[in-house]
């Protein structure tokens, strides 16, 4: 079966999830076993960069397939992890080396809500559509796909010890806690922007709640140089929020929602690990690349055993 988000908000209302929500893990994003979806999922849209329309198909894969990107047209794959990621210009960039995608990072937080582990994500073009500008979209688009769970503990990454990215004046750092929590500061020349922060704890029902529908966001100043670049060709107000000097063009859904993105685009970034995260990331004026580098400082550690501890 194939699913359509443009029909998504009249189908939920009738739609009840397989999977009860007190599935999900109380401290942390995702659920306790390996997860994959029932249904295929079809979903079409522009990519903000690209500007191109995509067709994009979410299907069910086997146990430990992990995200798997797939070539409609070739089938070539890409594994989704972060010593893939190509760039992060803008948006996080996934290479095999000769196939590129871009703007992974929304889908990948929508994932890691919803808890889903396992999942061929095939496209016909090179960018995941915007659609919104958020997660709300794709992560509505998997629970009405239906998420099942296998029998096998999804054993999350406990940090036990502190874990860093430090460039110049920013810094992101990962922290031990019981929890999965977000200390995030932004800084802009903006008034509702300069030196910003956001503190949170984190679980899939606080991000649906909470963070899913903050959309992308950017100043209208830019747009240009932006375009002569070649990026942003699919942006619009109806997919980002677009910043003036002093204020906004368009309306917000939060008063706080360009921190709230920053937040979401930061979940779907670590996801890249395809496990959850039992700790306190402490983020300041970071962003993709600072992101993607303490994934990989993670994964680092963890292969030489020094943050899990086994149960």
């Given at each position: 079966m194939?699913?359509?988000?443009?029909?998504?908000?009249?189908?939920?209302?009738n739609?009840?999830?397989?999977?009860?929500?007190?599935?999900?893990?109380?401290k942390?994003?995702?659920?306790?076993?390996?997860?994959?979806i029932?249904?295929?999922?079809?979903?079409?849209?522009?990519?903000?960069?690209?500007?191109?329309?995509?067709?994009?198909?979410?299907?069910?894969?086997?146990?430990?397939?992990?995200?798997?990107?797939?070539?409609?047209h070739?089938?070539?794959?890409?594994?989704v992890?972060?010593?893939?990621?190509?760039?992060?210009?803008?948006?996080?960039?996934?290479?095999?080396?000769?196939?590129?995608?871009?703007?992974?990072?929304?889908?990948?937080?929508?994932?890691?809500?919803?808890?889903?582990?396992?999942?061929?994500?095939?496209?016909d073009?090179?960018?995941?559509?915007?659609?919104?500008?958020?997660?709300?979209?794709?992560y509505?688009?998997?629970?009405?796909?239906?998420?099942?769970?296998s029998?096998?503990?999804?054993?999350?990454?406990?940090?036990?010890?502190p874990?860093?990215?430090?460039?110049?004046d920013?810094?992101?750092?990962?922290?031990?806690?019981e929890?999965?929590?977000?200390?995030?500061?932004?800084?802009?020349?903006h008034?509702d922007?300069?030196?910003?922060?956001?503190y949170?704890?984190?679980?899939?029902?606080?991000?649906?709640?909470?963070?899913?529908?903050a959309?992308?966001?950017?100043?209208?100043?830019?747009v240009?140089?932006?375009?002569?670049?070649?990026?942003?060709?699919?942006?619009?107000?109806d997919?980002?929020?677009?910043?003036?000097?002093?204020?906004y063009?368009?309306?917000?859904?939060?008063?706080?929602?360009c921190?709230?993105?920053?937040?979401?685009?930061?979940?779907?970034?670590?996801?890249l690990?395809?496990r959850?995260?039992?700790?306190?990331?402490?983020?300041?004026?970071?962003?993709?690349?600072?992101?993607?580098?303490?994934?990989?400082?993670?994964?680092?550690?963890?292969?030489?055993?020094?943050?899990?501890?086994k149960?």
């Open positions: 194939l699913i359509d988000v443009s029909n998504m908000v009249q189908v939920l209302e739609h009840s999830v397989l999977v009860k929500e007190d599935h999900f893990a109380e942390y994003v995702g659920r306790y076993f390996r997860a994959t029932k249904e295929q999922v079809y979903i079409k849209g522009v990519g903000l960069h690209t500007g191109l329309e995509t067709n994009l198909y979410l299907s069910p894969a086997k146990e430990n397939t992990g995200i798997v990107l797939r070539n409609y070739t089938k070539e794959e890409i594994q992890n972060p010593f893939n990621v190509k760039s992060t210009v803008n948006a996080v960039t996934l290479s095999n080396g000769s196939w590129d995608v871009y703007t992974v990072e929304h889908l990948l937080c929508a994932l890691a809500t919803a808890g889903v582990t396992d999942v061929i994500v095939e496209l073009r090179n960018e995941i559509p915007i659609l919104d500008g958020s997660s709300i979209e794709f509505q688009a998997i629970q009405q796909a239906q998420v099942i769970e029998a096998t503990p999804l054993e999350p990454i406990k940090i036990l010890n874990v860093w990215v430090v460039s110049q920013k810094y992101i750092i990962a922290v031990p806690a929890e999965f929590k977000v200390t995030y500061t932004i800084h802009y020349e008034p922007l300069r030196g910003r922060s956001l949170i704890s984190l679980n899939s029902e606080i991000l649906a709640k909470e963070i899913l529908s959309r992308t966001f950017g100043f209208l100043k830019d240009e140089y932006l375009r002569s670049k070649g990026l942003i060709k699919g942006a619009s107000l997919n980002a929020v677009v910043l003036t000097d002093d204020g063009v368009n309306n917000l859904r939060y008063p706080d929602e921190i709230r993105h920053k937040v979401l685009d930061l979940v779907g970034d670590l996801y690990l395809n959850p995260i039992i700790g306190h990331i402490i983020a300041f004026r970071t962003g993709h690349s600072m992101d993607v580098a303490l994934a990989k400082n993670i994964l680092n550690h963890l292969q030489q055993n020094e943050l899990i501890r149960k």
